[in-house]
């Protein structure tokens, strides 16, 4: 059973930074794809981040581009988010999500195979 574990998330004010972490229990090989959404209070789980495993190539929502970075260490099996200049609108419970196909579509939540518990990231004004 493939895990994916989230870690990094807490209350902070606005302004300040956090990293996520999410932990993959398996050979990150085999996954095309790793993304970050987020899901706020009464909304829709939305697309944050995504990186391509292999060749390194990222892609953002154009609410966090310049504040928010994803990268990935194959070592460790693991992809990070780091948030900068953090913004209430930021708060949400955070998902780490695995493809292990390539999809154009890497904003649908649909092509997404596995997830993680999420994270809370509470930012205060």
């Known amino acids: 059973q493939v895990q994916l574990v989230e870690s990094g998330g807490g209350l902070v004010q606005a302004g300040d930074s956090l990293r996520l972490s999410c932990a993959v229990s398996?050979?990150?090989?085999?996954?095309?794809?790793m993304g970050w959404f987020r899901q706020a209070p009464g909304k829709e789980r939305e697309f944050v981040a995504a990186i391509r495993w292999t060749v390194g190539t990222t892609f953002y929502v154009d609410s966090v581009k310049g504040r928010f970075t994803i990268s990935r260490d194959n070592a460790k099996n693991t992809v990070y988010l780091q948030m900068d200049s953090l913004k209430p609108e930021d708060t949400a419970v955070y998902y780490c999500?695995?493809?292990?196909?390539?999809?154009?579509?890497?904003?649908?939540?649909?092509?997404?195979?596995?997830w993680g518990q999420g994270t809370q990231v509470t930012v205060s004004s």
């Open positions: 398996e050979r990150t090989f085999r996954w095309s794809l």
């Open positions: 999500a695995a493809a292990q196909r390539w999809t154009r579509n890497i904003e649908n939540r649909n092509d997404y195979d596995f």
